[in-house]
């Protein structure tokens, strides 16, 4: 598995990552509320004009399958030191998760934290 930030102007690799956030987003949720793709991909885009917040967008690929996505979110003026963190995984693409001791498995559920980074 290999973890790649998202180019936001490459039309594919955008389409696969939005595809995998959606279905992970929305799995056993009766109403989610999910980002549009093109309000995402307009934000990660005009993401060096936006004074407030770093935003980016990463995939989890297996090949050219995107089996789970990232959204990271890092504050650029007020409260630099923590990061808001999204992570959408499809159920099917669970049994893709690594089964080491050192790193946990995949959750097909997302979640935001907020967690520290160093300064």
């Known amino acids: 598995m290999e973890i790649r930030r998202l180019d936001p102007y490459e039309e594919d690799q955008a389409e696969a990552v939005y595809r995998a956030l959606r279905v992970g987003a929305s799995a056993d949720r009766e109403a ?12 990660l885009r005009g993401n060096a004009s936006n004074p407030n917040t770093d935003r980016r967008a990463y995939g989890a690929w297996q090949g050219s399958e995107c089996l789970g996505a990232l959204l990271l979110s890092l504050p650029r003026r007020e409260n630099t030191h ?12 669970k049994e893709w998760a690594p089964r080491s001791s050192s790193m ?7 979640k935001a934290v907020a967690c520290s980074r160093p300064r």
């Open 32 to 43: 989610p509320v999910v980002e549009e793709r093109h309000a995402l991909l307009a934000s």
């Open 82 to 93: 923590i990061a808001e963190i999204e992570v959408s995984v499809p159920p099917g693409a």
């Open 104 to 110: 946990p498995a995949i959750s097909p559920s997302p």
